[in-house]
């Protein structure tokens, strides 16, 4: 991607961010005395991205080294997981599916919220106890996943 087309794709969605504040028209002119707002058209060469990803965040590798599977297995082994205790450690492969990241995480993730449930709410943080929760995230952020 050349600087140009970085410059006007960065610009629209600028753009159209700052058009789409909720303010009503109506009340918009009668307050300045101007014309509301129009969006501007979107060009072939200025392609719009929207939602989370325009604003800088990751997607999921494809992939994940089988060495970073088996260390967040057992950080979440370590913090209590039953599943990730239960799974098997990956063998003989360079690379794993994100999909198996991603369900490692999930399971730990339900069943720290299923254990924590009695928890007080000063104590728990996405509704599992700190601990737990940082747990979840290391072992993610040892993987590389952003989403689970």
């Known amino acids: 991607m050349n600087a140009r087309r970085i410059t006007t794709t960065l610009g629209t969605f600028v753009a159209v961010a700052l058009l789409s504040v909720a303010v009503p028209t109506s009340s918009h002119a009668a307050v300045t005395g101007s014309a509301p707002a129009v969006t501007p058209a979107v060009t072939e060469n200025a392609p719009l ?4 990803r325009a604003l800088g965040e990751k997607r999921n590798p494809k992939t994940i080294k089988a060495a ?27 690379d794993v599916p994100v999909s198996h990241g991603t369900s490692l995480l999930a399971e730990a993730r339900d069943e720290f919220r299923a254990a924590d449930r009695h928890l007080p709410p000063k104590d728990k943080k996405s509704d599992m106890s700190i601990p737990h929760y940082n747990a979840i995230h290391d072992a993610a952020k040892v993987m590389g996943i952003d989403r689970w």
């Open 68 to 94: 970073a599977y088996n260390q967040a297995r057992s950080i979440l082994a370590k913090a209590g997981s039953q599943t990730a205790a239960k799974s098997h450690p990956v063998h003989g492969k360079g």
């Open 49 to 52: 991205t929207t939602g989370a």
